[in-house]
Nanobody
Framework: QVQLVESGGGLVQAGGSLILSCAASGRTSSNYATAWFRQAPGKEREFVSAIARTGGNTVHADSVKGRFTISRDSARNTVYLQMNSLKPEDTAVYYC?????????????????WGQGTQVTVSS
C-alpha cells in the first residue's frame, strides 16, 4: 500500500503559475504510475496528466497540453505538476493517484491509491 499527500494548491491570478507536489510514502514493493486528476464543483473527476512508472513517458489532457507538465523526483519519491498560464477554468480540487498495475493510464479506475486533494483557484 501507499499513501499520497498533495500540496502546493492555492489562489492565483489568471496567467500565473503553481507547482503541485505529490509525495508517496508507506509500504510499497514496486514503482507506481502516477497521475493528476481534477474535479470542479458539479463536475466529474477528470484526467489531467500522468507519468509512467518506468522511464519518463508522460501524457497530458488536451485542455492542459502545452501549459502543464508532470515530472518525477525519484530520490524524493515525489511527483510534481507544474501549471503555467493558468485559466479560471483550471479551478478545481487536484488529486494525485497511483497505480501498481499499469504502466501509464488515463482512467480513474486504473488507479489504486488517491491523495486527499488540494484546491487550486484561479481568479480573473
Amino acid at each position: 500500500q501507499v499513501q499520497l499527500v498533495e500540496s502546493g494548491g492555492g489562489l492565483v491570478q489568471a496567467g500565473g503559475s503553481l507547482i503541485l507536489s505529490c509525495a508517496a510514502s508507506g509500504r510499497t514493493s514496486s514503482n507506481y504510475a502516477t497521475a493528476w486528476f481534477r474535479q470542479a464543483p458539479g463536475k466529474e473527476r477528470e484526467f489531467v496528466s500522468a507519468i509512467a512508472r518506468t522511464g519518463g513517458n508522460t501524457v497530458h489532457a488536451d485542455s492542459v497540453k502545452g501549459r502543464f507538465t508532470i515530472s518525477r523526483d525519484s530520490a524524493r519519491n515525489t511527483v510534481y505538476l507544474q501549471m503555467n498560464s493558468l485559466k479560471p477554468e483550471d479551478t478545481a480540487v487536484y488529486y494525485c493517484a497511483a497505480s501498481s498495475r499499469v504502466a501509464i493510464a488515463y482512467y480513474r479506475d486504473d488507479y489504486d491509491y488517491w491523495g486527499q486533494g488540494t484546491q487550486v483557484t484561479v481568479s480573473s
